[in-house]
């Protein structure tokens, strides 16, 4: 997947946890409880953490280019505006030419005078979580915004950023297949260039999750799933849409280079409460990394300079208030780059991986047949999974994982 230019690759995630009410299915970190001052500190907090993760020098000397994409996630990024110019004072600097700016917006926060803020600071896309158009939907998934708020938003939004993206969940409860295509119809015919689709997940710690081990709300059928994922496939396809991966079409030219990165084994820095890092080693494992969900801690963490102390975990650690990954190896690796590349329509680059893990590939019988029948395909050594079968990828994960063996035991 190109990037805007053709400097090496270096994304960055920046979260911001604030909420205006929480969405009863929602794990991200996020909170509503908040004053302005603690929002203020926070956002002080990642224009610090910016400065001491760019400053670090073998970080600089690897990316001298800078960032390729950002990607503003939350929590409810839209919440701000004018309050993050400090944060862009600092950024923008360390922005390739063409960079991808994105930043996550809830319907109900979209105004003209937001919209152009973002604008002039730099943002280039927005990805809108309107989860679905129906208002029955809408209810049953808390939100609070209106179907019509959302259809208002939207047109707003596609004046200042054509470049929009807009989230949809599948499978919540009670959701018809009639339902379902009125919400992908909605979205074609308003042209949005990048869709996100996700199929609702109960986890353990949300009300939604526990109302379900309540047995309150029932999941919908893995039958009912994969007809649903099916229908967006195809409508979307004869559409025009590409499918990038298993939760994301896009108009041609409109992929987002942010999901990219993650999808391929590239770096992003991830600063803020519940953010992620990966650096990436072209001949090891790589190095993760994950802030504590707490914003509180991430507020009152002092940050030590780095500049002068070996790049390691320890620093890293100990610097930003970060766990790190310690004792990650090829296997993780392999098997990340697996679970992600095989959802995507470019695979994964299979002759390169085997040479990084020192492997051969013995197909199992499972595997072997998906080669023959088509739904896993070899082709320029990159190896792909039919869009069909990425519902199921977990599957062929675990069979591919079975189809590898040390290059040194045969
Ligand atoms: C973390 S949210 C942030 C976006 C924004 N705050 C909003 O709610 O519109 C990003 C997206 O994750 C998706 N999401 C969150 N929880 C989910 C769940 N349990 N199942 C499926 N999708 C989920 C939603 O589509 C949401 O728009
Ligand atoms: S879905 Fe969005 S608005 Fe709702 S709680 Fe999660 S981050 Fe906040």
């Known amino acids: 997947m190109p990037t805007a230019s053709s400097f090496p690759a270096l994304g960055l995630y920046v979260h911001v946890p604030y909420c205006a009410a929480l969405c009863p299915y929602c794990d991200f970190a996020k909170t509503a409880n908040f004053t302005a001052e603690i929002q203020q500190r926070y956002l002080q907090q990642l224009v610090a953490h910016l400065r001491a993760w760019t400053a670090i020098p073998s970080l600089r000397s690897k990316y001298p280019r800078g960032f390729s994409s950002v990607f503003f996630g939350g929590g409810t990024p839209s919440l701000f505006a004018d309050e993050y110019r400090p944060l862009f004072d600092v950024l923008t600097p360390l922005l390739q030419p063409g960079a991808e700016v994105s930043l996550e917006a809830n319907p109900d926060d979209i105004t003209a005078a937001r919209l152009k803020v973002w604008q002039q600071l730099g943002v280039t896309r927005l990805s809108m979580g309107v989860q679905t158009f129906q208002p029955e939907g809408l209810r049953v998934l808390r939100r609070v915004h209106s179907a019509a708020a959302a259809h208002h938003a939207i047109a707003a939004a596609l004046d200042v950023f054509p470049a ?20 992908l119809q909605i979205a074609i015919a308003l042209g949005i260039r990048h869709l996100s689709l996700y199929s609702l997940t109960y986890e353990g710690r949300t009300p939604l999750g526990r109302q379900e081990t309540r047995g309150v709300v029932q999941r919908a059928s893995d039958d009912h799933l994969a007809d649903l994922y099916a229908v967006a496939c195809e409508l979307l396809g004869a559409a025009g849409y590409l499918h990038e991966e298993v939760s994301n079409w896009s108009l041609p030219g409109a992929a987002c280079q942010h ?13 803020g409460a519940g953010a992620h890092g990966y650096l990436a080693d072209p001949h090891g494992p790589g190095l993760r990394y994950a802030y504590g969900r707490s914003d509180r801690t991430f507020n009152q963490h002092a940050l030590t300079s780095i500049t002068d102390r070996p790049f390691d975990g320890p620093t890293l650690s100990s610097t930003f208030g970060v766990t790190v990954d310690q004792g990650r190896d090829l296997d993780a690796w392999l098997t990340e780059l697996v679970g992600s590349g095989l959802r995507t329509r470019h695979g994964i680059a299979l002759d390169a991986a085997l040479h990084r893990c020192h492997l051969l590939f013995q197909p199992t019988p499972v595997l072997q047949h998906g080669l023959n029948t088509g739904l896993l395909s070899i082709e320029a050594g990159q190896l792909r999974l039919a869009p069909q079968e990425w ?20």
């Open 164 to 183: 929009l993206n807009i989230d949809l969940i599948y499978g919540w409860p009670g959701q018809s297949m009639d339902a379902w295509k009125a919400d």
């Open 259 to 271: 999901n990219w990165l993650y999808w391929q084994d590239q770096s992003f820095v991830g600063i």
């Open 391 to 410: 519902f199921r990828e977990a599957a062929w994960c675990v069979e591919f994982l079975g189809s590898v063996t040390p290059a040194n035991i045969l």
